[in-house]
């Protein structure tokens, strides 16, 4: 997740973290700093929901043209 978001855009993203937690994919989700320009917010979530979850990050990152400020590893 890149550092220099808009208001919108850090707005949307905790909104995403929020409905991750929300919805059981995990519990916590840990933030830290890869370089000066990037977050790396990472998360355990069950194997079996693994595939699931990645499409629902992917679709909401489409859904909330976020492909500039998330990226899915």
Do not use: P, W
């Not at 995403?16 to 990037?38: A, M, N, R, V």
């Not at 990472?42 to 992917?58: C, L, P």
């Amino acid at each position: 997740m890149g550092k220099d978001l808009d208001a919108r855009e850090q707005h949307t993203i905790l909104k995403l973290k929020g409905s991750l937690i929300s919805k059981g994919c995990t519990e916590i989700i840990h933030i830290k700093s890869q370089d000066e320009d990037f977050h790396i917010n990472t998360f355990e979530t069950d194997s079996g929901k693994r595939n699931e979850v990645q499409q629902y990050i992917a679709a909401f990152i489409d859904q909330e043209s976020l492909q500039q400020a998330v990226r899915i590893k």
